[in-house]
């Protein structure tokens, strides 16, 4: 990947990301964490707004830095999009806690 242009491998990373925590794929999204995809607030409630709301994703992304009152694009934070499952909620609190 080292020969593509700089957007190109920023897009694959992203999009390459988005997949694997959209399907659950927790390794394959920190081997793209690893390789440089960006992890922002609009990234993670994309993934929270998906559905797919596994606690094991969003330890992933708290281990690298992520804050559970990182806001997304309009301001929302993860919680707002989670708040219907109480288990997710809880433990990202208690995630929360641990910073």
Request: hydrophobic content about 40%; glycine content about 12%; proline content about 2%.
């Amino acid at each position: 990947m080292e020969k593509l242009p700089g957007w190109v491998k920023e897009d694959f990373l992203q999009r390459g990301l988005h997949n694997a925590v959209s399907t659950g794929q927790v390794e394959i999204a920190r081997s793209f964490l690893e390789q440089g995809a960006k992890l922002d607030g609009q990234t993670v409630v994309k993934v929270a707004r998906s559905g797919f709301r596994s606690i094991e994703i969003f330890e992933l992304f708290v281990g690298c830095g992520w804050d559970v009152n990182t806001p997304g694009r309009g301001g929302y934070t993860v919680l707002g999009y989670v708040e219907v499952n109480t288990c997710i909620w809880r433990k990202l609190l208690i995630l929360c806690s641990y910073l």
